[in-house]
Each structure stands twice: as structure tokens, then as C-alpha cells.
T-cell receptor
Framework: EAGVVQSPRYKIIEKKQPVAFWCNPI?????LYWYLQNLGQGPELLIR????????DSQLPKDRFSAERLKGVDSTLKIQPAELGDSAVYLC????????????????FGPGTRLTVL | GNSVTQMEGPVTLSEEAFLTINCTYT??????LFWYVQYPGEGLQLLLK?????DKGSNKGFEATYRKETTSFHLEKGSVQVSDSAVYFC??????????FGAGTTVTVRA
């Protein structure tokens, strides 16, 4: 079974430029997450999708960040314009959405996109 | 809010040594607890999990027991190998699907 796929793996841009990250979750997984991981820290949730609906975007900086999950499969996370402080690893994860409840649902992570803003 | 505190690193060990990484949590109810591992150049992988008190998660020689009385989920391995060198993250999940991670502990095993 293929895992979560993300692209690109690395991205270097100048500040104020736009950037987009793409994620393809594990087949059949209805729930998709975007996390931000700063250097030396654990990941922090940005947004969670149930199918095509963003059900938790409370941590997404909406002035510059946006995300979409058209058709409830692939997802794109965009930053426009990028700032120096956005340099980090952006992780995508997916989970099947088990009947056992939210807390027991295992999340599977992609390799991440490492963004460097110059 | 719900949070996890894990032992700061880095931790450096010799092969075959015993490894413990401490993790304690704060939660309003009974969360599920996880250990994720990040090998160099790779993404986060689930190592083990426990979903209720006194459960023991185990995988690849690693174990962790969900202790409600001490709000802990310490990770242990009896004999580490060089291939266990990685960053280990403790995490919890409650009713909102969000994983709350600790800061990570970098473990280096020397031959």
C-alpha cells in the first residue's frame, strides 16, 4: 500500500513569493491533515479535512495561508506571500477515520516539504 | 489544554544499552497516547500506541505503558541498535482528532 505522498520535497523561495505544497493521502483515508514542524519542535496542526470539508482550521493563519481539498482526495496548501518565518517543514497526514472514535484514529505522515524562505 | 512534555535530548547511547525516554501528559479526560519516530531523512512513523489506561504498546522491541495514575507514557527499549538512531516524539490525541506532540528527543546510538 502506498503511503502519503507529498511534493515537492524541498522548496527554496524568496520572501513575498507564493508557494504551494501538494499532498496525496493513503487511498480510502477520508481525513487529511496539514501540520507545520519548526526546527527542533513537534508538529503543530494547521488544518484538518473530513472529505472535502475543512472541519478544523482554527490554527491556520488565514491572512496568508489557504488550503483546499477538492473532490475529497488530494490537497494543496498555499502560502501567499511567504515570510522568512514560514521556513519550516510542512507535513501532510491522513487517517482512515475509525469507528473507535477520534482519539484512537492513527495518523500516517508523508515525508514532508522543507520550505526555505530567503 | 491537552499537552505532552517529553524528556529533552539529545541522548547518546552505546549499542545494547537500555533506553528510556520520559513522557508525561496533561489532559482533561482520557486521551490516546502515541510514540512516533522520525529516522534521518524520513517522515514521521507511528512506533506504538495505547488507547486506554494500563494498555501497553509495543513494536520493534520498544514498549510503553499508559499510566493514568502518573499521567505518563515512557518509552523503553532493552537493547538499542545503531539503527534506532532517530528523533522520537510522544503525542496524545483526544476527542478532536488533533495530535499534540512533544518537542522530540534525539537519540544517537554509537557502535
Amino acid at each position: 500500500e502506498a503511503g502519503v505522498v507529498q511534493s515537492p520535497r524541498y522548496k527554496i523561495i524568496e520572501k513575498k513569493q507564493p508557494v504551494a505544497f501538494w499532498c496525496n493521502p493513503i487511498s480510502g483515508h477520508n481525513t487529511l491533515y496539514w501540520y507545520l514542524q519548526n526546527l527542533g519542535q513537534g508538529p503543530e496542526l494547521l488544518i484538518r479535512y473530513e472529505n472535502e470539508e475543512a472541519v478544523d482550521d482554527s490554527q491556520l493563519p488565514k491572512d496568508r495561508f489557504s488550503a483546499e481539498r477538492l473532490k475529497g482526495v488530494d490537497s494543496t496548501l498555499k502560502i501567499q506571500p511567504a515570510e522568512l518565518g514560514d521556513s519550516a517543514v510542512y507535513l501532510c497526514a491522513s487517517s482512515p477515520g475509525t469507528s473507535g472514535g477520534a482519539s484512537t484514529d492513527t495518523q500516517y505522515f508523508g515525508p514532508g516539504t522543507r520550505l526555505t524562505v530567503l | 489544554g491537552n499537552s505532552v512534555t517529553q524528556m529533552e535530548g539529545p541522548v547518546t547511547l552505546s549499542e545494547e544499552a537500555f533506553l528510556t525516554i520520559n513522557c508525561t501528559y496533561t489532559a482533561t479526560g482520557y486521551p490516546s497516547l502515541f510514540w512516533y519516530v522520525q529516522y534521518p531523512g524520513e517522515g514521521l512513523q507511528l512506533l506504538l500506541k495505547a488507547t486506554k489506561a494500563d494498555d501497553k504498546g509495543s513494536n520493534k522491541g520498544f514498549e510503553a505503558t499508559y499510566r493514568k495514575e502518573t499521567t505518563s507514557f515512557h518509552l523503553e527499549k532493552g537493547s538499542v541498535q545503531v539503527s534506532d538512531s532517530a528523533v522520537y516524539f510522544c503525542a496524545l490525541s483526544y476527542n478532536d482528532y488533533k495530535l499534540s506532540f512533544g518537542a522530540g528527543t534525539t537519540v544517537t546510538v554509537r557502535a
